[in-house]
């Protein structure tokens, strides 16, 4: 199969019109010719941070600080989730997943709370559906043999040095919250040697200069740090300084959109639209080991093909900026996610 229009191509998302061919799930080769097609061709999404779990609570809690909303046990999160069985846990998360799908999403980087149980329970909603799941797991360190990785609270909530221990023993990625409160659990969690950070709105230059030492990369989550309040990420100067991608956090707080991510990471962070896109596809991807998340020969076809005649896109001058500032779910006319 092959798809025409304005192909976004290679690391920097070089809009180039011509023919994209297909062949078993992977690009074959790149076409650049005229063609009479108003599409615009995409890498598809790696959202660098999900919470799926709590899918059954969107909008809940309005006004509640961080700690009342999602705090462990009594945040209103763990109460309504404590409330709920797991079917209807399961048909929630699965419904998140169909969405974050039509909205172009090949692979999220999941952060999943209940231990083993919790991980089977995302099984289930995934089952059947296009989208990868990389798990970070959370609880007992043995949850690492149902994961792809430990993903910690954050080191103010306890010591984990154990969990960080037995993440390295079984060769699984050890990723940690830090710095979306205050700055006082940035340097215990960069003690522990983590390959993932996720937040870091309060870094300071010394962590900045530690993040860049330490080559650590950073799932910024820059809309849910605006609805829980706690700050804006410094996307600029993390961007200056190591991988950043770009994560949509728990569900009940934001819609799993890369789309809307994307537009107010822009506007945040004044960051030129290509790296905006990097951080939304491939920064993810090499984060998590996945393989593509640019449109380059032998890359997996994972794409998302966009009208660029629809009536929100029509006229479009700069197809990088429209599809980072302007684009939405509504324009997405077909999302390939082969296996
Ligand atoms: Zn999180």
Known sequence: MHLSGTLLVGPEFEPCEGRLHV???????????TVNSDAIVMPAFVNAHTHLGDSIAKEAGEGLSLDELVAPPDGLKHRLLGQADDETLVAAMARSIQFMERAGTAATLEFRE???????????????????????????????????????????????????????????PFAIHAGEVDARDIDPALDLDPDLLVHMVHATEAHLDRVERESIPVAVCPRSNLATGVGRPPIAALHDRTTVALGTDNVMLSSPSMFREMA????????PAAEILAMATHNGAQIAGLDGGTITEGAPAR?????????????????????????????????????
Do not use: K
Not at 304 to 329: E, F, H, P, T, Y
């Open 303 to 339: 794409l998302i093909v966009l009208d660029g005649d629809s009536d929100n896109l029509a006229g479009v001058q700069d197809v990088r900026r429209a599809v980072v500032r302007r684009a939405s779910v509504a324009d997405v006319t077909d999302v390939l996610l082969p296996e």
């Open 114 to 172: 209940g231990g083993r149980d919790g991980v089977a329970l995302l099984d289930r909603a995934l089952a059947g559906q296009a989208l990868r799941a990389v798990t970070f797991g959370r609880g007992d360190p043995s949850v690492l043999d149902v994961a792809d990785g430990y993903g910690a609270s954050g080191a103010a909530d306890r010591d984990f040095t154990a969990e960080r221990a037995a993440a390295a023993d079984a060769d699984a």
């Open 23 to 33: 062949a078993d799930g992977t690009i074959e080769s790149i076409e650049r010719t």
């Open 264 to 271: 107010y990471a822009a506007d945040l962070s004044g960051v």
